[in-house]
């Protein structure tokens, strides 16, 4: 019997052995934000110099997730330029 696994588009492929028979582990993910900026304000420049004062709820293989106007948004990889730590 042969198990055939299609890569996933949304994080890195597992690690298998040579021979492909058995699943090794996942590689661990790379932390982009110290876990403490989690829960805190921020303050979010994306786009074209757009800034967004939000609540930095989560980041993910697509961008981050954040709270803002009362809905969650998520802003992209791609259109990050700065993420800064609101002072309390």
């Known amino acids: 019997m042969t198990e055939t ?6 994080g890195p492929a597992p690690l298998v052995t040579p021979d492909g028979s058995r699943l090794i582990t996942r590689r661990p993910g790379r932390e982009t934000f110290p876990a403490s900026w989690l829960r805190h304000r921020v303050t ?14 989560e980041y993910c293989s697509v961008g981050l997730i954040v709270a803002a106007n009362g809905s969650k948004s998520l ?8 993420v800064e730590l609101v002072e309390d």
């Open 75 to 82: 802003i992209s990889w791609e259109a990050l330029k700065l």
């Open 5 to 10: 696994h299609t890569p996933s588009t949304n």
């Open 44 to 57: 979010v420049t994306y786009g074209d110099g757009q800034d967004l004062a939000c609540t930095l709820l």
